[in-house]
C-alpha cells in the first residue's frame, strides 16, 4: 500500500466515513445508510485449488470490507485505494469478488455437513456445497482512485479481451465483468458536491491540490466548508503530504467556534504563505543570479563557479547545475 493510501484507508475504516462515502457513491448524497448498519468484516480472503497433496492456497488482502445491512437487500462492500491507474483491474476485482463469494460458500458448506438427514443420519459429504435455497450475499467493489492521471483504464472485462479474431456469433457465450471506479480528480465538481460535506471537502482539495486559488473559490461558495471535522481536515494534509508544524500551526488558527476547520481560512494562509516563500525564493534566487555573474567577471571557470554556489548557498549539485544553465552568460 503506498503512502497516499494509508490515511484514506484509516479514515474510511470508520463506519460513519465510510456511510458517507457510500451515501455519496451510490445514492448521491441521500443518507440512505446509517453507521448503526455498518459491521466491520475480515479483510483477507483466502482460497485454495487443487486436490490430495496438489492443493493450492492464496489471500487477497482488500482495503476496507463493511457489511452493510438496509431495509432490503444486504451488502458487502470494499473500497479499493488507488493512486496509480491499475489496467488490470477487472480481472484483479474479479478474482476479489470470486474468492468472497467461495468463502460464503465454505461458511453455508461448513454449516450443511453435519445437518442431520430425513432418515435421522448425519450427512457426512455432500456433492453441492450449496442447497437450492441458499443465498450469497451480494458484493459491490468500489475502486476509489486518488491519482492525478485520469483514469485510462477499462471499467469492464470486455476492454482488456481480444476479440478481433472471435466471431460475433461467439462474443454473446463470452461473459463480462464490469468494476465500479470514482476517478476522484477527474470528476466534475458538481458530482463531487453530492458526496456528503467532509468528504466533498476531501475530494476537491485532492482535485486542486495544485491550483490554490480554485480551491478557495471552490470552498468560498460552499459554506459548509466553513466546519470540517479536524480528523478529515488531517487526512487531507497527510495524503497531500503537507504534514509537519506549518500545517499544525494553520490548523490551530482555521479552527472555528464548533471545535471544527475552517476550510476557507485554511486555504488563505496557504495562499499567504505561498505568496511569502515565492517571495523569499525570488530574493535568494537574486542573490545567487549576482554570485555566477561575479565569478564569471573574475574568469572563475564554469565547474568552480558551480561549486562556490553550491557550497555557499547549501544546495545540491543537481539544483546548483540548474542555477547555471540559467544565470551563465554564453
Known amino acids: 500500500m503506498g503512502e497516499k493510501e494509508e490515511p484514506m484507508v484509516s479514515y474510511y475504516k470508520d463506519a460513519r466515513h465510510f456511510t458517507w462515502l457510500v451515501n455519496g457513491w451510490l445514492y448521491h448524497g441521500k443518507p440512505v445508510v446509517a453507521s448503526e448498519q455498518v459491521e466491520d468484516m475480515n479483510i483477507r480472503y483466502s482460497g485454495k485449488s487443487g486436490k490430495g497433496g496438489r492443493v493450492r492456497r492464496r489471500s487477497r488482502y482488500r482495503d476496507v470490507v463493511k457489511k452493510v445491512d438496509a431495509v ?6 470494499g473500497s479499493e485505494m488507488q493512486n496509480y491507474v491499475d489496467y488490470s483491474m477487472p480481472v484483479r476485482i474479479m478474482d476479489y469478488d470470486a474468492l468472497e463469494y467461495k468463502e460464503q460458500i465454505a461458511v ?49 472485462l470486455y476492454g482488456l479481451l481480444d476479440l478481433s479474431c472471435v466471431p460475433q456469433e461467439l462474443q454473446q457465450y463470452i461473459s463480462d465483468y464490469r468494476i465500479q471506479v470514482l476517478d476522484v480528480c477527474h470528476t466534475e465538481d458538481v ?10 471537502c476531501m475530494f476537491l482539495s485532492l482535485k486542486y491540490q495544485n491550483d490554490f486559488e480554485k480551491l478557495k473559490q471552490v470552498y468560498e461558495e460552499n459554506h459548509s466548508f466553513q ?15 503537507k504534514t509537519g508544524g506549518r500545517m499544525s500551526a494553520i490548523k490551530e488558527r482555521a479552527q472555528n467556534e464548533r471545535g471544527g476547520i475552517n476550510m476557507c481560512n485554511v486555504v488563505d494562509q496557504m495562499l ?20 555566477i555573474e561575479t565569478y564569471q567577471e573574475m574568469n572563475v571557470g564554469y565547474d568552480n563557479t558551480q561549486f562556490y554556489i553550491e557550497m555557499k548557498y547549501n ?3 543537481e539544483k546548483a547545475a540548474e542555477y547555471m544553465k540559467k544565470f551563465w552568460k554564453k
Open 72 to 77: 432490503k437487500y444486504v451488502l458487502m462492500i
Open 108 to 156: 453455508l458448506h461448513s454449516r450443511r455437513v453435519m445437518e442431520p438427514c430425513e432418515n435421522g443420519k448425519t450427512e457426512k459429504w455432500m456433492l453441492s456445497p450449496l442447497k437450492k435455497e441458499d443465498r450469497l450475499i451480494p458484493v459491490i467493489t468500489l475502486v476509489l482512485y486518488i491519482g492525478e492521471k485520469p483514469w485510462d483504464a477499462s471499467d469492464n
Open 191 to 200: 458530482r463531487l458536491l453530492e458526496f456528503p460535506t467532509d468528504i466533498a
Open 227 to 241: 466546519n470540517v471535522e479536524i480528523d478529515t481536515y488531517d487526512t487531507i494534509w497527510e495524503v497531500l503530504d
Open 272 to 291: 499567504e504563505t505561498g505568496r511569502s516563500e515565492g517571495i523569499e525564493i525570488g530574493k535568494n534566487e537574486g542573490r545567487i543570479q549576482g554570485s
Open 315 to 317: 544546495l545540491s549539485s
